[in-house]
């Protein structure tokens, strides 16, 4: 549930982010005559993402057996890619609502509907489709997804857009993008390891199988599962947020790792980097 609630929230706060900058920078120079065309991008492009999500349901039901653990891992390391790439480009982004405003500006001075709808419309398509392979991935992951959580997320998303939206963007968003993206990384490391553990029971991997270690306790006399157990309330909770797994592989360890690890040193540098080019203004100036 918790997994759920933090891709939904996360891609939708984003897709209501852009809508939301947009539409505001447009009642701002007063150019609301391209209001419409901004809502007729949100409609479609959400239309589009459903029609995808149905898209892929079909096709992931269409596999069984070692088909099917193949199609869930490549699902999770596709989630894995398109998750990270878009933690690297929140990392390089400082001023989003600014970026956002001078591809704005350039399209109100062509004076192209097509151009602002196409804006809207890839964001919110991009976001949704990002939606679908991620729960895609969780619900390979953990036999099903929560409905709930997922709602939940959403509809957090759609309150927190509006009183950015209303409040114009004077919320430090730099930081809220800091803080989310360090879940996102350890969820992102999570589905790269599980992937990996899809293509060994698919025997597609047969190197590092070994068993890293076994921290599952034994499974209750009715059934249920402890609550330290992958399985169990706290195990599985770690295992939504960040990618617990109670008896992984070798493979799958040293995968986490080596993830976390080049992620971070990008994040580091990266930071270094905006700091020296700050440095250099400033002393500029």
């Given at each position: ?52 999500a ?6 992931a ?47 109100i ?34 036999a ?27 919320i ?26 899809e ?49 992984p ?37």
């Open positions: 549930m918790l997994s759920e609630f933090v891709i939904t929230f996360r891609e939708s706060l984003e897709a209501a982010l852009i809508a939301g900058i947009v539409l505001s920078y447009l009642i701002k120079t007063r150019q609301t005559r391209f209001n419409n065309t901004v809502y007729l991008g949100i409609v479609a492009g959400i239309v589009a993402s459903v029609i995808g149905f898209a892929f349901s079909a096709l039901g269409g596999f069984e057996g070692s088909a099917e653990q193949l199609f869930e891992g490549i699902t999770m390391l596709v989630g894995a890619i398109l998750l990270t790439t878009m933690i690297l480009w929140m990392m390089q982004q400082s001023h989003i609502a600014q970026e956002l405003h001078s591809r704005i500006d350039e399209k001075m062509q004076a192209q509907k097509a151009g602002i709808f196409a804006l809207v419309f890839v964001a919110i398509f991009r976001e949704g489709i990002e939606t679908v392979i991620f729960l895609g991935a969780v619900s390979a992951g953990n099903g997804i929560s409905v709930i959580g997922a709602m939940a997320g959403i509809i957090a998303a759609i309150f927190l857009g509006y009183l950015i939206f209303v409040s114009s963007l004077k430090d968003l730099k930081k809220f993008f800091n803080t989310t993206s360090i879940v996102l990384i350890l969820f992102a490391a999570g589905l790269i390891a599980h992937g990996i553990h293509f060994q029971e698919a025997g597609a991997i047969g190197i590092g199988t070994e068993e890293a270690w076994n921290l599952n306790p034994a499974i209750n006399p009715d059934g249920s599962f402890p609550l330290l157990h992958e399985k169990g309330l706290v195990g599985s909770f770690f295992r939504d947020l960040l990618g617990y797994n109670g008896n592989s070798v493979l799958e360890v040293f995968a986490y790792i080596a993830y976390l690890v080049i992620v971070v040193f990008y994040w580091k540098r990266s930071s270094l980097k905006k700091a020296r080019l700050f440095k250099i203004a400033s002393g500029r100036n």
